[in-house]
């Protein structure tokens, strides 16, 4: 059963940091694209990071957030920086074999994690 797994959420203060984690299983993950998305109640999924041969960042993100990946360990981070309350959202895990702008969107997404909640109180 291919799975991938969510850690590293929780509750953090205003301008404060965070490691999110994602480890896969049941297939090596090193020839997908791998990222991450995010869900605030009442807001639409958002693309926040990935990476393949680049990395890709959202917006909202640039230069806040870094992802980055260890293939030996099918595992990918996300380092939190400066977090704000509007980074508040339960954060989703994604894997692909699609093109960097059709990730973006969420198309062509193979797998999902269940997702961890940031929780970023002001």
């Known amino acids: 059963q291919v799975q991938l797994v969510e850690s590293g959420g929780g509750l953090v203060q205003a301008g404060g940091s965070l490691t999110l984690s994602c480890e896969g299983s049941?297939?090596?993950?090193?020839?997908?694209?791998m990222g991450w998305f995010r869900q605030a109640p009442g807001n639409e999924r958002e693309f926040v990071a990935a990476?393949?041969?680049?990395?890709y960042y959202g917006d909202s993100v640039e230069g806040r957030f870094t992802i980055s990946r260890d293939n030996a360990k099918n595992t990918v981070y996300l380092q939190m920086n400066s977090l704000k309350p509007e980074d508040t959202a339960v954060y989703y895990c994604?894997?692909?074999?699609?093109?960097?702008?059709?990730?973006?969107?969420?198309?062509?997404?193979?797998?999902w994690g269940k997702g961890t909640l940031v929780t970023v109180s002001s």
């Open positions: 049941g297939r090596t993950f090193s020839g997908y694209i």
């Open positions: 990476t393949w041969s680049a990395v």
């Open positions: 994604a894997a692909a074999r699609t093109s960097p702008s059709d990730f973006r969107s969420g198309y062509g997404v193979s797998y």
